[in-house]
């Protein structure tokens, strides 16, 4: 496949996915614009492989900034302690790992943004039912919803209507950063009133 097949195939899904993805980035803005205008609240994210660099890339634009300065936003990245992902990994399992932390980390109204381009990746299933369990909101980045465990764990599903792992990953970071965007613009709306 060459370069030009692969920006053919990323035009195809964006332009499929445009019917449903303006809709879903604000159901996610919405949920999570709720937990962060709490004080006290936070966003815990996570995922496997690239979907970590995804997690880890949303909450430093959420820490840090993604426009514009404005006052920071609570969020860590259940990737990034890899001492503590590695001894619960290594103490039970990896499918223990990030729901662990949900446990330690997350209190009712907090949001965990899990994403996981299959929606079936048994950690992160499992961090989602943690945070369910906890009384915490959760936000889905998935592949097609419809075949995605993870859907039915989450308030809010942002979909990717393909196959393709590099496609769904692709499309995910758009998403992320029309989130992050939208949390910075109720961040500084915040801010001034």
């Known amino acids: 496949m060459s370069s ?6 990323l035009r195809r899904v964006l332009d499929e996915a ?21 004080p006290g609240s936070k966003v815990l994210a996570c995922g496997n492989g690239g979907s970590a660099a995804s997690a880890q890339h949303f909450v430093a ?26 001894a619960v990994s290594n103490d039970s399992d990896f499918s223990q790992a990030f729901a662990r932390q949900v446990e330690a980390l997350a209190r009712p109204g907090d949001v965990l943004v899990a994403i996981s381009t ?36 989450a308030d809010a599903v942002i979909s990717v209507p393909s196959d393709s792992v590099a496609r769904i990953q692709e499309v995910h ?13 109720d961040a500084l709306s915040r801010d001034r009133g």
């Open 4 to 9: 030009l097949d692969e920006l053919d195939e």
């Open 18 to 38: 445009r019917a449903s993805l303006p809709a879903e980035v604000d159901r996610a803005a919405a949920v999570l614009g709720a937990s962060l205008s709490r």
């Open 61 to 86: 634009e959420l820490v840090g900034r993604y426009r514009v300065d404005r006052p920071a936003l609570p969020a860590l990245a259940l990737s990034a302690d890899t001492v503590t992902l590695t």
């Open 118 to 153: 299959s929606g079936r990746s048994p950690n992160v299933l499992r961090a989602a039912r943690s945070a369910r369990l906890l009384g915490c909101a959760v936000v889905a980045l998935t592949g097609r919803a419809p075949e995605a465990p993870l859907a039915a764990l």
């Open 173 to 185: 970071a758009l998403a992320l950063h029309a989130l992050a965007l939208a949390l910075e613009q």
